[in-house]
């Protein structure tokens, strides 16, 4: 059973617009979230997380939204470049705030594609 | 640091072949983590260690996979009997323990192994 769930394989935007990621889950014991990005032949690299207590962070261009009644996360790119290109995974824990989320659980992915 | 290691790369085998990766985490990291990524499941967890104890293994598909980490520099995921279902690129990740409003817990991964089963 796929506790993290990112509907959309895929998702293609055009350069200078906004990138609009999903991810929902089904586990009210998560209480912190992440994205990680993964380029071809590498590994996923942390991008953003949030916590439990909050519903809304952002650093830079990235900006992550929890709404913790729907059980439901985005991540917003704003302005998509042509290097954001890649797939984006969500990830969710139950380790609690103050110490050790260390059992992520990861969704499928979504494959972003920029439009130049 | 050169960040978490992995190899082989690649691997391709014949089904009935023992396959063994292998993972050097980020020195001073406590946590090692082995995950599997498919495109049906996506990222699965495996098996995590802490300090160099498994602390949990239920991710293990079958007893046709072990995991063992005999130090703090160095893991082996290990499949024997391999199968064609096991392809897949299989990732090893560390982390350090703490609080994660210091950035604890933030997984750097290696680049990943990728497995063909013939």
């Known amino acids: 059973d796929q506790q993290v769930k990112q509907n959309s394989p895929s998702l293609s935007v055009q350069e200078g617009r906004i990138s609009i990621l999903n991810c929902d889950y089904t586990?009210?014991?998560?209480?912190?979230f992440l994205w990680y990005k993964k380029y071809p032949a590498e590994g996923p690299t942390f991008l953003i997380s949030i916590s439990s207590i909050k519903d809304k962070n952002e650093d830079g261009r990235f900006t992550v939204f929890l709404n913790k009644s729907a059980k439901h996360l985005s991540l917003h790119i704003v302005p998509s470049q042509p290097g954001d290109s890649a797939v984006y995974f969500c990830a969710a824990s139950e380790g609690g705030s103050n110490f050790g989320n260390e059992k992520l659980t990861f969704g499928t992915g979504t494959r972003l594609t920029i439009i130049p | 640091d050169a960040g978490v290691i992995q190899s082989p790369r690649h691997e391709v085998t014949e089904m009935g072949q023992e396959v063994t990766l292998r993972c050097k985490p980020i020195s001073g990291h406590d946590y090692l983590f082995w995950y599997r990524q498919t495109m049906m499941r996506g990222l699965e967890l495996l098996i995590y260690?802490?300090?160099?104890?498994?602390?949990?293994d239920s991710g293990m598909p079958e007893d046709r996979f072990s995991a063992k980490m005999p130090n703090a520099s160095f893991s082996t995921l290990k499949i024997q009997p391999s199968e064609p279902r096991d392809s897949a690129v299989y990732f090893c990740?560390?982390?350090?323990?703490?609080?994660?409003?210091?950035?604890?817990?933030?997984?750097?991964f290696g680049a990943g192994s990728r497995l063909t089963v013939l």
């Open positions: 990740a560390s982390s350090w323990g703490g609080s994660v409003r210091s950035g604890a817990n933030v997984l750097t």
């Open positions: 586990n009210s014991m998560f209480d912190y």
């Open positions: 260690f802490n300090n160099n104890v498994p602390i949990d």
